[in-house]
């Protein structure tokens, strides 16, 4: 979600779909550090972005996470939904569960890469955007519910749809 904010404020559009990834290993989750000077500088999120025209949420967040971090995934079923204002602009985000089939995340395009004990995370600052979505991860109701194998050709994952307007 590296340029979700930026890319709002120089387009006109109302509305953006935003993909997120949940990747997690060893009861810690990977979390990606935005850039100091943009919007929500130094914050902490899931790594992921804009979906953009013509992308399905898969291509975009395969794209992203690629871009930002080096990595290619696996990508399960939708794990939280929210909607998020930020001004007069609406963010739809959408968090999958992920598994990496290759690389090793590392900061391409954002300021750090992190590996975070999911029991501390509340201690982190998150975009308004994200805290519903930290909150329900701390408090255990979104279980690792998928296979940890990243060689399996499917992989299922059991989905928690949680949807709040502000």
């Not at 559009?13 to 000077?37: D, H, M, Y």
């Not at 967040?61 to 971090?69: A, C, D, I, P, S």
């Not at 992190?114 to 998150?126: G, H, I, P, T, V």
């Not at 519903?132 to 296979?147: K, M, N």
Request: hydrophobic content about 35%; charged content about 35%; aromatic content about 8%.
């Amino acid at each position: 979600m590296s340029h979700l904010l930026e890319d709002m404020q120089e387009s006109d559009e109302k509305r953006f779909r935003v993909v997120a990834a949940l990747i997690r290993q060893n009861s810690k989750v990977l979390l990606t550090q935005r850039w100091p000077g943009k919007h929500l500088a130094l914050t902490w999120e899931f790594p992921g972005g804009k979906v953009e025209a013509g992308e399905s949420d898969e291509e975009a967040l395969r794209r992203e996470l690629k871009e930002e971090l080096g990595i290619e995934v696996d990508i399960g079923t939708c794990c939280f939904e929210t909607y998020h204002g930020y001004g007069s602009r609406e963010v739809h985000l959408l968090i999958y569960r992920c598994h990496i089939r290759s690389g090793t995340p590392e900061a391409i395009d954002v300021k750090a890469v992190e590996w975070a004990d999911q029991r501390a995370l509340l201690e982190r600052n998150f975009p308004p955007a994200d805290l519903p979505f930290v909150s329900e991860l701390v408090a255990g109701r979104l279980d690792d519910e998928g296979s940890s194998s990243a060689n399996e050709e499917e992989i299922e994952f059991k989905p928690a749809r949680i949807v709040r307007r502000p």
